[in-house]
Every structure is written in structure tokens, then in C-alpha cells.
């Protein structure tokens, strides 16, 4: 079983920072994308950033040029560094994870979410 931890959320004013942390702990054989979501309040989830195995990244424009995902392999942990930040950023940051228990059985795991909000 795999279980993820999220932290880092909280109040900032815009034009401040945040760096969210998502560690993964457990039965894990591998990780292959890694990945942070937002939702807003009335809202759909949306894609925030990935990140793979080999360090591939994708984010969604919004975010462009102020966020940035990275990952250390040896802790299984996806980071998201957010600068600049704006307050249409707030929202509900969700990490997932997607893996290997073992060669043939894989996993996709949300993590239980952590509150951002930019407000002055």
C-alpha cells in the first residue's frame, strides 16, 4: 500500500510564495509521473504541473514562468515552487502520483489535499 502526504499550504499575499511537498511512502517498485491539480470553488480540477521519470515537465499556461515542479527520486517526493503568486491561484492543490506496487501491478494515488490562498 502506498500513502501520500501533502504540505505546504497556507496564506500568502499576492505576489508571494509557496512550496508545496507530496512524499510517498509505502510498497512502492516505482514512480513514474508525478503531478500537482487545483481546484477553485465551483470549479473542475485542473492540471496544475508534471513531472516524470526523467524529469520531462508540463504545466498549464496559467502557471507558466512562476511555477515550478521538480521531484527527488530517492524520497519520492514532487515538490511545486510557486512564485508570483495571484488570487485567482487559490484553490485546493492535490498531488498524484502514478507507479508500480511490483513489475506487473501499478497505481494512481490523489493526495488528500492542501488549501492555498492568495488574499491581501
Known amino acids: 500500500q502506498v500513502e501520500l502526504v501533502e504540505s505546504g499550504g497556507g496564506l500568502v499575499q499576492p505576489g508571494g510564495s509557496l512550496r508545496l511537498s507530496c512524499a510517498a511512502s509505502?510498497?512502492?517498485?516505482?514512480?513514474?509521473?508525478m503531478g500537482w491539480y487545483r481546484q477553485a470553488p465551483g470549479k473542475q480540477r485542473e492540471l496544475v504541473a508534471t513531472?516524470?521519470?526523467?524529469?520531462?515537465?508540463n504545466y498549464a499556461d496559467s502557471v507558466k514562468g512562476r511555477f515550478t515542479i521538480s521531484r527527488d527520486n530517492a524520497k519520492n517526493t514532487v515538490y511545486l515552487q510557486m512564485n508570483s503568486l495571484k488570487p485567482e491561484d487559490t484553490a485546493v492543490y492535490y498531488c498524484?502520483?502514478?507507479?508500480?506496487?511490483?513489475?506487473?501491478?501499478?497505481?494512481?494515488?490523489w493526495g488528500q489535499g492542501t488549501q492555498v490562498t492568495v488574499s491581501s
Open positions: 498524484n502520483v502514478q507507479g508500480m506496487y511490483s513489475a506487473h501491478n501499478g497505481f494512481g494515488l
Open positions: 509505502g510498497r512502492i517498485f516505482s514512480i513514474a509521473v
Open positions: 513531472i516524470t521519470s526523467s524529469s520531462s515537465t
